[in-house]
């Protein structure tokens, strides 16, 4: 899966030139069934059937793809250049647009390359690093720098330099059809077979395969799948804890002995994290702080070392086959007539609980009072998920960056769902659209790039999406039980004891590390001399995250990671000259 980039000086060149006509960057996955619809039966190169496709059906090929991609194409006789990405936005594409250049490309550490390209950072985005942990789309941490959105495709008029994204294809329109009325063991058979279909298609020649496997349903119906349908024998890999809370690693051990694959365990260690911490800026294009991105660089880092070339993992799971969580509290909240909760509103936002000193400091309760204000004005489902995905409130990021244009458009604004649509389908799109798109897809797709493997997530093939989205949510959680139809197609596959369990999650302990290891490293990146050399942050407002953390409030981890992973980054890209 490699990476390209492109630049165009419009002082020097008016266009592209034909040479670079067509320029695909990824995996295309029926290529078969497009060559039949173009009417070619040779064997050609990806690139190459694009081209003719795109003589053909023009910016319709675009919905025809399926795959994970990035494609730029130029119509010299419009003078016209398409940016594409993926339906879901698996491998990231971006862009840049300022003072007569034009760049474009698949890594945003090769823009640095080029003069005239700033690294100015866009207070908008840090504004949406700091509420969220992560960047959504399309805005990038760079002024006049944008991610091409999933499922859309960039027009770029070479005459005029300007540009506008087009949706070819959404998430909410798999919702428009008529849910399935057949039975549930028909819907659980016909799952069953897309699922298979979505493996075989992925599968190729010259791959050397291992999946990652933390035990849960999704990375063990994935694994099961391909024990099924591979040659050969499969390579897991699990990363375990030495902190039992969170770790997964005996539970993984027993369903890789279960299907008989060739099983790869490492125990993260305080060793690991100083190794790998460090060099998460990196990996990532931009300011990220899923801490589970340090398990995550580290278990494909061992993939790579044991010859493999190919990953596969059991990503989107949550999201198509529905966890839903909060489901029933949502539900109940928007039961609630409209005139009680803007009165109970009304009264609540006047109580200033960062004013009250036994509260400030206590637990997060700011944040969480804010989240909880948030979530009761929520008119929809999507701004519920907003709000409960909150890092820093709005008061805190006004005072962090001296920013108050807090009213930007993101992805939360785009959710649209149809206004039939059942509730645990709106959860689930919601997240579909933003954390995972967002946070989940560039945690596993970084990893992979960093060590130039190729990233394979059959749970969210496009077909599987579009099936699930018309399953009832009476069965995509039956009687309290989530995920109940991929559940009872793994147990078709593995014993149900293995897998009935809590889900720990993929973690670490940097809290302990934090007041361990890391500390020294902490203090180096967020100390008073640096943040106001920075001139980013307010320096009172970083260091009383830092100094309540180490005072023994332990609720301002996450605020602290997120400013320790973007000093980080920050320090890293102010190194590259």
């Known amino acids: 899966m490699e990476d390209f980039f492109r630049f165009v000086d419009f002082s020097k060149t008016p266009a592209l030139t034909t040479d670079e006509a067509i320029i ?8 078969q069934a497009l060559k039949k619809e173009c009417n070619i039966v040779e064997e050609i190169e990806d690139s190459k059937l694009i081209e003719e496709a795109y003589k053909l059906f023009k910016t319709s090929l675009f919905e025809k793809l399926d795959g994970i991609f990035n494609l730029a194409i130029y119509d010299k006789k419009s003078n016209l250049l398409f940016l594409a990405r ?12 300022h003072n007569q250049s034009l760049i474009f490309g698949s890594n945003l550490k090769d823009f640095y390359n080029i003069s005239t390209f700033s690294k100015k950072i866009d207070k908008e985005a840090l504004t949406l690093y700091l509420r969220y942990g992560h960047i959504l ?17 960039v027009c770029y008029d070479l005459n005029k330099q300007s540009f506008y994204q087009k949706k070819y294809w959404s998430l909410e329109e798999c919702y428009l059809k008529e849910k399935l009325g057949i039975n549930e063991d028909a819907i659980i058979e016909n799952i069953d077979l897309l699922l298979q279909k979505s493996i075989n298609k992925r599968l190729h020649k010259n791959q050397k395969i291992a999946v990652s496997l933390s035990g849960g349903y999704d990375s063990s119906m994935v694994t099961a799948l391909l024990t099924k349908l591979h040659s050969k024998k499969i390579d897991t890999f699990t990363i375990g804890f030495s902190q039992d809370s ?17 099983h790869h365990e490492h125990y993260f260690s305080a060793e690991d994290a100083l190794a790998i911490i460090p060099k998460l800026c990196e990996v990532y294009d931009e300011p990220f702080a899923d801490y589970a991105a340090t398990p995550t660089v580290l278990m494909n880092s061992l993939v790579k070392q044991n010859g493999f070339n190919t990953l596969f993992a059991g990503d989107g799971g949550d999201e198509v086959f529905a966890t839903a969580d909060d489901v029933k509290k949502f539900e109940r909240l928007l039961k609630l007539p409209t005139p009680l909760k803007q009165s109970l509103y009304k009264i609540l936002n006047k109580v200033e609980i960062s004013k009250i000193p036994i509260l400030n400091d206590y637990k997060n309760i700011p944040t969480k009072y804010y989240k909880f204000l948030k979530i009761l004005k929520a008119t929809d489902i999507s701004q519920m998920v907003e709000a409960k995905n909150i890092l820093f409130n709005e008061a805190e990021i006004e005072k962090l960056i001296n920013n108050k244009s807090l009213s930007l458009h993101t992805t939360f604004d785009d959710i649209n769902f149809p206004p039939f649509s059942e509730n645990v389908d709106k959860i689930i799109g919601s997240y579909f659209k933003t954390s995972m798109t967002d946070a989940e897809l560039v945690k596993t797709f970084g990893a992979a790039r960093a060590q130039k493997l190729d990233i394979s997530l059959p749970l969210l093939d496009i077909e599987v999406i579009k099936y699930l989205a018309r399953v009832p949510q009476s069965i995509k959680i039956k009687n309290g039980e989530k995920k109940y139809i991929l559940k009872k197609i793994a147990h078709q596959y593995m014993p149900k004891e293995l897998l009935q369990r809590p889900k720990s999650g993929f973690s670490i302990p940097f809290s302990t590390w934090f007041k361990g290891p890391l500390k020294e490293l902490v203090y180096e990146q967020i100390n008073e001399k640096r943040v106001k050399d920075d001139s980013i942050f ?9 100094d309540g953390f180490y005072g023994g409030n332990d609720a301002y981890k996450y605020k602290l990671w997120s400013l320790f992973i973007f000093q980080l980054w920050y320090e890293n890209i102010t190194q590259v000259k």
């Open 538 to 546: 307010d320096i009172e407002s970083v260091l009383k995250i830092r």
């Open 24 to 31: 695909f960057s990824g995996s295309l996955y029926n290529n």
């Open 86 to 97: 993926d339906k879901i936005g698996i491998k990231p594409f971006y862009f840049y647009s």
């Open 137 to 153: 789309q399309s805005h990038t941490i760079f002024e006049n720098t944008h991610k091409v959105k999933s499922g859309h495709y």
């Open 246 to 262: 969170i770790n997964e690693a005996p539970d993984a051990k027993k369903i890789a002995q279960n299907l008989g694959t060739n």
